[in-house]
């Protein structure tokens, strides 16, 4: 529908947004006293901004998700952000079956698949009482941490499957050149680093990624994920429930 | 880094949330958003001028992100899904059946927006910013904002079931 007025829609529109003054505001009043087509597009316009406005203010009710504010209040100096970032170059797998379903041109890596001791994420099961097993029970997403031997770590995201949780983390290290990526999941027997795709650090883009709070998509995993029925990545509260249940569906 | 410059980046959080939901068309992608911008506010807080406006200077921030990450998963497309998107309580605040009608055509409306309108009608109608503020942050000329604000009002308002606009 289309309301035949007299005034500039931009004159009008511009008076909906409080950008005139109290006196240009007031002849408007004026003008839509006598003008009803004018009168209705005024409506209109301050019906869509408050449509707009209830629309998307869910997160002003909402509190600040934790990843986020950990994110902010635990992040180290600026000169020693890690700026994560995910996208493998090369990949290995803890099974065949596993193997089979990632569709990577891998560059497998000797040490990788050896399982080098001094790694702080190696494929197969995760010891008990480890660093990396107590990282993948209690360290929410999003929050980085640096070890003792400078790596930083940082999971990911953690994603519902068919028989428990798996969780996707990175290391950063940069005094070996190194970004590992790994996806580890949990069953009765603890977690176990299903796979782990890794790149030197000089290679990767660090400018242009950040670590994400639901976890962004790894494309070519994406055929692993769905084998092992991955949903979508758990948002804060849902982590949080997980990890109280110790990491039990 | 000081703490108060973290403190208030919280603070400003509810709002870029708000900001990037707009934007993103679902709460994920927005937490994303608003958490790669804040890691990028926090490595360059040396760029931020003490006395300016943080808000101003976080809504470019996670605008400028935005920006990059649609260029890249354009293919993707955006997606909306009204119950997360919108109102994590799927639209049940709102009181009237049509009420709810409104917010998700709202959301849909938006996200069928060409991303440069949608930024600009985001900053005016839902962030409240002025003409010059949303010129600011954006780094535009003001009469480009008024012109995008103009052409995502054409385009919305029929979507809403309203008026296309004054017939001159």
Do not use: A
């Given at each position: 529908m289309t309301v035949p007025t007299v005034m500039d829609k931009d004159r009008l529109a511009a008076f909906v947004d409080g950008e005139l003054s109290p006196e240009e505001a007031a002849e408007i009043v004026i003008h839509l006293a006598d003008h009803p087509g004018d009168q209705v597009y005024v409506d209109d316009l301050m019906a869509a901004n408050e449509a707009l406005a209830q629309a998307f203010d869910a997160p002003l009710q909402e509190p600040v998700p934790d990843p986020i504010r950990e994110a902010i209040m635990k992040s180290p100096q600026a000169d020693t952000i890690v700026p994560f970032r995910r996208r493998p170059l090369a990949v290995v797998s803890a099974g065949l079956a596993l193997a089979a379903s990632v569709a990577l041109a891998a560059v497998l890596l000797p040490e990788l698949q050896r399982g080098?001791?001094?790694?702080i994420v190696a494929l197969g099961p995760v010891p008990q009482g480890s660093q990396l097993n107590d990282m993948l029970g209690t360290l929410s997403s999003g929050v980085p941490v640096t070890l003792d031997g400078g790596e930083d770590v940082m999971i990911l995201a953690t994603l519902p499957v068919e028989n428990g949780f798996c969780r996707e983390l990175e290391v950063v290290d940069a005094a070996k050149d190194r970004l590992d990526f790994g996806i580890a999941c949990h069953d009765s027997d603890g977690w176990t680093v299903e796979v782990m795709l890794s790149e030197p650090l000089s290679n990767a883009d660090l400018e242009d990624g950040f670590v994400t709070a639901s976890g962004a998509e790894v494309q070519s995993l994406q055929p692993f994920l769905e084998r092992l029925g991955a949903g979508p990545a758990l948002d804060a509260e849902a982590e949080a429930e997980a990890m109280a249940q110790g990491w039990v569906r | 880094m000081s703490d108060q410059f973290k403190k208030d980046l919280v603070g400003l959080v509810p709002r870029l949330r708000r900001f990037a939901l707009s934007l993103t068309g679902n709460q994920a992608d927005a937490d994303d958003l608003v958490q790669s911008a804040c890691v990028k506010a926090l490595k360059h807080e040396a760029q931020f001028r003490p006395g300016s406006r943080m808000d101003s200077w976080m809504y470019r921030i996670v605008q400028t992100l935005w920006i990059d990450d649609h260029r890249r998963a354009k293919s993707r497309g955006t997606q909306v899904d009204a119950e997360d998107a919108g109102l994590s309580d799927g639209g049940r605040a709102a009181r009237l059946p049509e009420d709810r009608m409104m917010l998700a055509r709202a959301q849909e409306a938006m996200a069928a927006l060409p991303e440069k309108q949608r930024t600009v009608l985001s900053l005016v109608a839902i962030e409240g910013l002025s003409y010059k503020e949303t010129a600011q942050v954006l780094n535009l000329p003001l009469g480009t904002v008024m012109s995008r604000l103009s052409r995502a009002r054409e385009a919305l308002l029929p979507q809403l079931g309203m008026t296309k606009g004054p017939m001159q």
């Open positions: 080098s001791p001094e790694r | -």
